[in-house]
């Protein structure tokens, strides 16, 4: 059935990581031609042509990436938050996105309640809601943005769990959508804005995030009275100090040639998939490592058992076949080679963000599609700081 249904996004995702990849690769082979006197031998127009085509690619990744959000397949990061902060924090860029007929008003509420949630995927989600404000005000207006702390006990309300929530609710005096498209408004791709102005995601991702989140979303709009969109965030409590604590590799700062390999420096790579394995090897020899592969666990301990290689650094996918799952060869790989530093890869993490999540919160993720740029620094940073805790 999977045919006839097409195929799932962590699929999609390895299609747009070879296609990406390669492209990358071939851009930088092309500049290197085009410095040295191969380049009057060069079509002209083509590294033009595979930027195109590599910005395209980003916005498809983009797209599954929503996608994921909505289903609540993706995988969160999450970490206490303080949402008034990140309000402020976004003033600036709010008011750029909406700007000079419109006008941005703030009530946040003193000492709000922080939050569990993913910083990333909740200001994506506050622009969404921004820009759909704008796009619903072509005439100028204003916006609200406003934070309380609220306790919901309403058992009638089946989405709704009873608790200590923080709120963030934001209102426009917009155009305002008719009654009988309120209840498709979170189905991803309906839009109500004209063809080729929006991907009808926006709203979609919003409701995937929240629920993810253990929290809930209520929109309410009236014909020529505006939209107020409010969002429902469980109140965090910390019970232990290092709890929330994420590790991304996309947080770091952008890497720069220091992130090439030392001499001699070796990842072990396991991919089933023997596209995106193929084009692994070729970027990370590229960068200058020696590549050891392997398309499954089992053989991936095989290597590493021969012990004639060291390997500085495994990089996995999250997904594998030969009944050993990334997770679990991360654990033994460790078991072996205690101190080994693992990257782990994937286009969909199964039951990303809840309790049977087999990735420890401080694993190191590193999200298909990803730029060759990212791969790079992701690898130098977890060999550097691995070395860094072997000498302390």
């Given at each position: 059935?999977?045919d006839?249904q097409?195929?799932?996004?962590?699929?999609?995702?390895?299609?747009?990581?070879?296609?990406?990849?390669?492209?990358?690769?071939?851009?930088?082979?092309?500049?290197?031609?085009?410095?040295?006197?191969?380049a009057?031998?060069?079509?002209?127009?083509?590294?033009?042509?595979?930027?195109?085509?590599?910005?395209?690619?980003r916005?498809?990744?983009?797209?599954?990436q929503?996608?994921?959000?909505?289903?609540?397949?993706?995988?969160?990061?999450?970490?206490?938050l303080?949402?008034?902060?990140?309000?402020?924090?976004?003033?600036?860029?709010?008011?750029?996105?909406?700007?000079?007929?419109?006008?941005?008003?703030?009530?946040?509420?003193?000492?709000?309640?922080?939050?569990?949630?993913?910083?990333?995927?909740?200001?994506?989600?506050?622009?969404?809601?921004?820009?759909?404000?704008?796009?619903?005000?072509?005439?100028?207006?204003?916006?609200?943005?406003?934070?309380?702390?609220?306790?919901?006990?309403?058992?009638?309300?089946?989405?709704?769990?009873?608790?200590?929530?923080?709120m963030?609710?934001?209102?426009?005096?917009?155009?305002?959508?008719?009654?009988?498209?309120?209840?498709?408004?979170f189905?991803?791709?309906?839009?109500?804005?004209?063809?080729?102005t929006?991907?009808?995601?926006?709203?979609?991702m919003?409701?995937?995030?929240?629920?993810?989140?253990?929290?809930?979303?209520?929109?309410?709009?009236?014909?020529?009275?505006?939209?107020s969109?409010?969002i429902?965030?469980?109140?965090?409590?910390?019970?232990?100090?290092?709890?929330?604590?994420?590790?991304?590799?996309?947080?770091?700062?952008?890497?720069?040639?220091?992130?090439?390999?030392?001499?001699?420096?070796?990842?072990?790579?396991?991919?089933?998939?023997?596209?995106?394995?193929?084009?692994?090897?070729?970027?990370?020899?590229?960068?200058g490592?020696?590549?050891?592969?392997?398309?499954?666990?089992?053989?991936?301990?095989?290597?590493?058992?021969?012990?004639?290689?060291c390997?500085?650094?495994?990089?996995?996918?999250?997904?594998?076949?030969?009944?050993?799952?990334?997770?679990?060869?991360?654990?033994?790989?460790?078991?072996?080679?205690?101190?080994?530093?693992?990257?782990?890869?994937?286009?969909?993490?199964?039951?990303?963000?809840?309790?049977?999540?087999?990735?420890?919160?401080?694993?190191?993720?590193?999200?298909?599609?990803?730029?060759?740029?990212?791969?790079?620094?992701?690898?130098?940073?977890?060999?550097d700081?691995?070395g860094?805790?072997?000498?302390?």
């Open positions: 059935m999977r006839a097409g195929p799932p996004p962590h699929d999609f995702n390895n299609i747009l990581q070879v296609i990406m990849g390669n492209l990358e690769i071939a851009r930088f082979k092309l500049q290197l031609a085009e410095r040295g006197d191969s009057s031998a060069l079509p002209e127009g083509v590294v033009k042509t595979i930027e195109t085509a590599q910005r395209a690619s916005s498809a990744g983009q797209l599954v929503r996608m994921l959000v909505f289903s609540r397949m993706q995988r969160l990061e999450p970490a206490s303080d949402v008034n902060a990140l309000i402020s924090d976004m003033q600036d860029m709010i008011a750029r996105t909406l700007g000079e007929t419109i006008d941005v008003k703030a009530s946040l509420a003193p000492a709000l309640w922080p939050v569990f949630a993913d910083r990333n995927q909740l200001e994506s989600a506050l622009l969404n809601l921004v820009v759909n404000a704008r796009d619903a005000m072509p005439d100028g207006g204003s916006l609200t943005i406003e934070t309380a702390n609220v306790e919901l006990a309403d058992p009638s309300a089946e989405d709704v769990a009873p608790g200590q929530y923080a963030m609710n934001v209102s426009d005096t917009g155009r305002g959508i008719p009654q009988e498209l309120m209840d498709k408004l189905e991803p791709f309906f839009t109500t804005k004209e063809v080729g929006g991907s009808g995601l926006g709203l979609s919003v409701y995937g995030f929240v629920k993810q989140s253990r929290g809930h979303v209520r929109l309410h709009s009236e014909v020529g009275a505006g939209t969109v409010r429902h965030l469980p109140r965090f409590v910390s019970t232990d100090a290092g709890e929330g604590a994420t590790a991304t590799a996309e947080a770091e700062s952008p890497p720069t040639e220091s992130s090439r390999a030392r001499e001699g420096e070796t990842v072990l790579l396991v991919e089933d998939n023997e596209h995106v394995r193929t084009l692994g090897v070729s970027a990370l020899e590229n960068l490592y020696q590549v050891l592969e392997g398309a499954h666990g089992p053989s991936a301990l095989r290597l590493l058992e021969g012990g004639a290689t390997v500085d650094l495994l990089f996995t996918d999250v997904v594998l076949p030969g009944g050993m799952s990334g997770p679990e060869l991360g654990a033994a790989s460790s078991a072996r080679r205690p101190g080994l530093p693992v990257l782990f890869t994937s286009g969909y993490t199964g039951k990303a963000g809840g309790k049977d999540d087999p990735l420890r919160s401080d694993a190191r993720m590193l999200r298909k599609p990803y730029a060759l740029e990212t791969l790079a620094g992701a690898i130098r940073l977890a060999i700081r691995a860094s805790r072997r000498s302390a």
